[in-house]
Nanobody
């Protein structure tokens, strides 16, 4: 079973930036499409960005132009650079394959507030 460990969240003011990291155990990381998901209070979990094994990326309309997903297969790590953060980006952020095949990690809390 692959274990996913997210980090990098925190409290940031509107307009600020954060970089999230997710490290996965297991040898199949490099062949999987990976995604970043988020779940805000009272809302369903949604995928905000994904990246294929070949580096092709896709973004939800709500984050396109502000968020950038990347991966380092040698480190089994996927990143999410988040710029121009808005209060509506506040959520717990998770990574997983896309679609999600693994158990969810603990996530990392992102709070955008002045």
């Amino acid at each position: 079973q692959v274990q996913l460990v997210e980090s990098g969240g925190g409290l940031v003011q509107p307009g600020g930036s954060l970089r999230l990291s997710c490290t996965a155990s297991g040898s199949s990381f490099s062949i999987n499409t990976m995604g970043w998901y988020r779940q805000a209070p009272g809302k369903q979990r949604e995928v905000v960005a994904s990246i294929t094994s070949g580096g092709f990326t896709h973004y939800a309309a709500s984050v396109k132009g502000r968020f950038t997903i990347s991966r380092d297969n040698a480190k089994n790590t996927v990143y999410l650079q988040m710029n121009s953060l808005k209060p509506e980006d506040t959520a717990v952020y998770y990574c997983n394959t896309n679609p999600p095949f693994n158990s969810w990690g603990q996530g990392t809390q992102v709070t955008v507030s002045s």
